[in-house]
């Protein structure tokens, strides 16, 4: 889809406009970019791009392959402006995304794949786009995986332009024309089109699509505009100039709201504007409790363009760096490529650790290629750490990409879906195979840390023995809790049954702590309950020595440990271990503490921004 930027809306008397207003509606989605407006609304329709198949003679083949080329090259000028705008108005950091879109277009992988369906297959060029780059964004649409599905808006930003630029058919983003303060509403946005806008000319973002760790949602927050996303049917709902109400830190929008609504409005957004100057002062302060407990904070990343402004939120290191992403295409991308990606990652962060999780392939993330389709229980299936090891060729060759991009010594490595010592240690003697041929090759490799995730009930039970042979624990809480509970976490008809404060869940966080701690290794939290403000403190409290997360939710996290006694955690953490059930944890931490966060002032800018896989 491409993006129009005109307004529906008709000349009419004030009558008629009055009888086509939407009834006050209320909408939850998700909290893409917190804060609060109030405005009219400006619909953005969506238009679909037509692609016809042709079969060409030989004769027109070069001329297809330069129309592409060359649509390639202007593609590429307009994603270079529009980072250029982007490093102006929201910095280097946030301006990679488009780095990360020029990367895409010019992969040798993408642009063969092109050429080939026009000179192998004798199709088209717009043709030879839509199967290729379409083909991958049909898979990443299909896998179970919010952030997943956001990459494929970018890579239709990327079609579209593409289609555009072959056809001729004008710019993909034409230049709004509209006033102040409106709050624009469309099934999809991308990131582009938000450079597009000029600075205060809209108040707020709503959209039926998207989730909290998109692109757009990122420049959103970024730019300082709040935003609501997966709306669902926002985009049909509502009518040109109707007032709408955006609520980015909650996750709610209320078209056409009554004065109580309003009211409600003026106070929240005073009291965000408020805490949010104070929370900024939280950036430079260490992350320790009020009797001196230090606890790690560091942030969870996709993207290597991410590792840029981890510190600016305060983290000290990369926690998880998911690097599925890069197996995201048609194929297994090479040692060269992985080590650029690696390198990137770890050398922005110098010295800080960066966590570098092995190919995570199976389960909800389909990897052209590699990932076997039509697995009758994939979560429990041929994925994570059994791919590798099943896999030399693949599993090597990331290994080999990540200790050469080890220039700084700051990587560990992280282990997924460990189960046995067997498995361990056969990866342990992959990674050691890899190191010795490095250095007979005359590479000179620094020193590595090796970790594994704690994510399945059996590596809980011997949670004794793996902590003698790895040099720190990361629990995935998200399939510890999925395994331990045996719910589903994306099957919606049992979604009150996914507990994190399950007393079983709070045992195995806790025996995994106390082995960690017995041979001297630290445990890393990187599931969805280290953005959770009660499950932050029940962690602290369960002896949890980091915690990784969104880095947007650093600093939050951080003045919640800056306003606690480590004591205190402590017995409250050691008393919900002798509970019965997860509704007694969550009434007891509710009563506790709900009112320690609620004067925190931090549920505004926080929101629910915790992530939805490990």
Not at 595 to 606: A, E, P, V
């Amino acid at each position: 889809m491409t993006i129009s930027t005109k307004n529906p809306a008709s000349e009419t008397d004030s009558g008629a406009e009055a009888a086509r207003l939407t009834p006050r509606t209320v909408l939850v989605g998700v909290p893409a970019s917190p804060g609060f407006a109030l405005g009219k609304v400006f619909p953005i329709i969506n238009r679909e791009v037509s692609v016809v198949e042709e079969t060409i003679p030989e004769s027109r083949v070069a001329a297809e392959e330069q129309l592409f080329l060359k649509a390639v090259s202007k593609t590429a000028n307009e994603i270079a402006k529009i980072k250029e705008i982007s490093e102006s108005r929201t910095g280097l950091q946030d301006s990679l995304i488009f780095s990360t879109h020029l990367m895409i277009l010019k992969d040798p992988g993408l642009v063969n794949g092109i050429l080939d369906q026009i000179k192998k297959e004798h199709k088209n060029a717009c043709w030879a786009v839509h199967v290729v780059l379409g083909g991958y964004i049909e898979r990443f649409e299909k896998i179970d995986s919010p952030a997943m599905r956001d990459k494929a808006t970018d890579l239709r930003d990327l079609y579209n332009r593409l289609i555009s630029a072959m056809e001729n058919s004008g710019p993909v983003v034409e230049e709004l024309a509209v006033g102040e303060g409106v709050v624009l509403v469309a099934h999809e946005f991308v990131p582009s089109f938000l450079m597009s806008l000029k600075p205060g000319q809209v108040s707020a973002l709503a959209m039926d699509t998207g989730g909290r760790t998109s692109h757009v949602a990122i420049l959103a927050r970024s730019l300082q505009i709040p935003a609501v996303s997966g709306l669902r049917n926002i985009a049909a709902l509502v009518k040109p100039d109707d007032t709408i109400l955006v609520d980015g830190s909650g996750g709610m929008v209320i078209v056409n709201p009554n004065d109580d609504d309003v009211r409600k409005f003026h106070e929240r957004q005073e009291v965000f504007e408020r805490q949010r100057r104070e929370l900024f002062t939280m950036r430079r302060l260490e992350p320790m409790t009020r009797d001196g407990k230090y606890i790690t904070l560091h942030a969870n990343i996709e993207l290597p363009s991410e590792a840029e402004k981890v510190t600016d939120f305060g983290a000290t290191g990369i926690g998880l760096y998911r690097s599925e992403f890069l197996f995201f295409r048609k194929d297994v991308p090479s040692q060269e490529e992985q080590e650029y990606a690696y390198r990137q990652i770890l050398e922005t962060m110098d010295s800080c650790p960066v966590t570098i999780r092995t190919l995570d392939a199976g389960g909800d993330k389909l990897v052209s290629g590699i990932s076997v389709v039509n697995e009758a229980n994939p979560f429990m299936g041929w994925r994570s750490i059994r791919v590798c090891l099943d896999r030399e060729d693949v599993f090597c060759t990331q290994l080999r990409a990540m200790l050469l991009a080890n220039t700084k010594g700051n990587l560990r490595i992280l282990l997924p879906m460990i189960s046995g010592l067997n498995e361990l240690r056969r990866a342990k003697a992959f990674i050691n195979k890899c190191r010795d041929q490095l250095v007979s090759e005359g590479h000179e490799i620094g020193k590595v840390k090796v970790g594994i995730m704690i994510e399945v009930p059996a590596a809980v039970m011997l949670v004794d023995l793996l902590a003698k042979e790895v040099d720190f624990f990361s629990i995935g809480t998200n399939d510890l809790i999925q395994f331990t509970l045996a719910v589903d976490r994306t099957n919606e008809l049992i979604t009150e049954m996914f507990q994190p404060h399950h007393p079983a869940v709070l045992s195995m966080i806790y025996q995994t702590v106390m082995a960690a701690h017995r041979q001297g290794i630290p445990v890393a939290v990187c599931g969805e309950m280290s953005s959770d403000p009660l499950s932050v403190l029940l962690l602290v409290g369960l002896g949890v020595d980091e915690l990784s997360m969104t880095p947007w939710s650093v600093m939050a996290t951080k003045k919640i440990i800056r306003s606690i006694n480590f004591e205190d955690v402590r017995e409250t953490a050691l008393t919900v271990l002798q509970m019965d059930d997860a509704e007694s944890v969550n009434a007891f931490l509710t009563k506790k503490y709900a009112q320690t966060i609620s004067d925190l002032g931090i549920s505004s800018l926080l929101g629910n921004v915790g992530e939805k896989q490990n």
